[in-house]
Nanobody
């Protein structure tokens, strides 16, 4: 099993920045991919950014150039730096990990990000 605990988030004005962190524990050596998803009220959960063990990244088109994902394999953490935030970035942000031979998914409890206009 892999457990994920998020920190960060909060309320910020449009144009501001926030930093989300996620710490993994448990079967950390089997983690293949880590990243972040978000869900706004009434919307489906969507991928924001992913990073694999080699450092390869994938971003949603809506956040490219504004968000940066990084991973510290030694500390088993993943960080999402969010700059130039927009009101449409508002939602609950979930840390995600894919791990093990069967590519099992684990989720954090979620952290609220609110961007005011």
């Amino acid at each position: 099993q892999v457990q994920l605990v998020e920190s960060g988030g909060g309320l910020v004005e449009a144009g501001g920045s926030l930093r989300l962190s996620c710490a993994a524990s448990g079967n950390i050596f089997s983690i293949l991919v880590m990243g972040w998803f978000r869900q706004a009220p009434g919307n489906k959960r969507e991928m924001v950014a992913l990073i694999d063990k080699a450092g390869g990244t994938n971003y949603a088109d809506s956040v490219k150039g504004r968000f940066t994902i990084s991973r510290d394999n030694a500390k088993n953490t993943v960080v999402l730096q969010m700059d130039s935030l927009k009101p449409e970035d508002t939602g609950v942000y979930y840390c995600y990990a894919r791990w093990g031979l069967t590519a099992t998914s684990s989720w954090g409890q979620g952290t609220q990000v609110t961007v005011s206009s």
